[in-house]
């Protein structure tokens, strides 16, 4: 399979997200920063801490996209298993990553910490592996051909991510246009999908809301290509007015 290009996946590992204990904070972070430097996020994935599972999804999620990235599992517990299924979904044997155990072995120095067995679980990595640094808590990250794996931790994933942000090749940055209306989305829905065939290149999306002064319906406009969105957004803008929507921008 051809990895499409500027594009992005998400997979979220932990049966915690799953059981509905802990609420996914990353997602929003990182669709924002990929946006903001041209990669597309197309698909994001909940795993949960089996191996078969994280392998496969790995597998077929790098092969499909031009980068992966991952959150949860790399901490020191049992069931923290990201770095050895990462490893066996790449073919490349896991290590104890030498300069993970000094950035790790410095951390717990510094603490007066015991840096114990479970602890240096967090030093294990793919051969071949490029760590991502962690400012926060010291246990890194790492890369492997084009799998970035990054914690759990909302804090400490914005660190991991913004580190290696510099480094993705993406496309033209995605562009947004919002108009909001006071009309329903059944009322402006036959006018959007004709707009929506007339200019391809810009995704069109409704969102209907409710204020203290009633419905209201957001209409949000995206495409790399600045003119095409113009376009469109002039046209949504024209055909919402001509039904009585009183549109205007946000």
């Known amino acids: 399979m051809e990895r499409e290009p500027a594009t992005a996946a998400l997979l ?32 994001i994935r909940v795993v949960p801490d ?5 392998v496969s999804a790995v597998q077929a999620l790098s092969a499909r996209y031009a980068y992966l990235f991952t959150t ?11 770095a050895e299924c990462v490893a066996k979904a790449v073919d490349r044997p896991l290590i104890r990553n030498p300069e993970a155990m000094r950035l790790l072995t410095a951390h717990y120095d510094r603490l007066g910490v015991p840096f114990n067995e479970m602890r240096q679980r967090m030093a294990m990595t793919p051969e071949g592996a490029a760590l991502i640094p962690n400012p926060i808590s010291a246990a890194p990250g790492f890369i492997i051909d084009n799998v ?10 914005q660190a991991m991510l913004d580190a290696v942000l510099p480094d993705l090749v993406g496309g033209p940055p995605m562009r947004a246009k919002t108009i909001m209306c006071n009309t329903g989305e059944g009322t402006v829905a036959a006018a959007l999908a004709e707009i929506q065939a007339r200019f391809e290149t810009v995704d069109i999306g409704s969102y209907p809301g409710q204020t203290a002064t009633g419905f209201h319906t957001q209409l949000v406009l995206r495409s790399a290509d600045p003119d095409a969105l113009d376009a469109a957004s002039d046209a949504v803008f024209e055909e919402v007015a001509a039904l009585g929507g009183a549109p205007h921008y946000l």
Not at 148 to 157: E, N
């Open 50 to 54: 089996i191996e078969a599972e994280i």
């Open 12 to 43: 979220i590992i932990g049966n915690e997200i799953l059981s509905g204990r802990t609420h996914d904070k990353n997602i929003p972070y990182i669709a924002e920063r990929l946006t903001g430097v041209g990669v597309n996020l197309r698909e």
């Open 148 to 157: 970035h794996v990054m914690a759990g931790v909302p804090k400490i994933m």
């Open 72 to 82: 949860g599992g790399i901490g020191p517990t049992h069931d923290d298993i990201t």
